[in-house]
């Protein structure tokens, strides 16, 4: 998780020094995807920790620009008076999927194992976030940007 949260600031870092020019939704969805690649990729084949630490840097360095770019245009698309509600209501709903998420995954373990539901895992987040490309909405992101 060290690992992961160093990569994570570095890839914010990054993003931030030669990032805010690129295409906001390319780079928000090349980041879903890719990351989760390196990491359910690595977690898959039961490497040695220190594969493993440098997988979790390197998936974290992919993630970094995520929370930056979808802050920012939630921020530019929600009017100000609703701003709180807004981040408010993301946050709770971001964490009120982890305890039912953390039993789940446990009860999959237990009746498939580790491997076979770590793959069942990186499928299903594959699927998702390949289909966040269909998603027309997201395309609101780069409309009326700034440069």
Known sequence: LGAFGAGALGGTLLFGAVGRNWPRRL?????????????FGALVTTPPLGVLAAAAAAGGL?????????TTVIQEKTP??????????????????????????????????????????????LAVTLGMFLNPALR????????
């Open 62 to 70: 992919m993630f970094g620009p995520i929370n930056p770019l979808y």
């Open 27 to 39: 780079s928000f969805l090349a980041c879903y995807v890719t990351g989760p690649l390196i990491i």
């Open 80 to 125: 100000p008076r609703m701003l709180g509600r807004t981040f408010g209501a993301l946050i709770a709903l971001a964490l009120a999927g982890i305890p039912l998420g953390s039993a789940l995954a446990g009860s999959v373990v237990e009746a498939a194992g580790i491997v076979p539901t770590i793959v069942g895992m990186g499928a299903i987040y």
């Open 140 to 147: 609101q992101m780069d409309a009326g940007r700034q440069q």
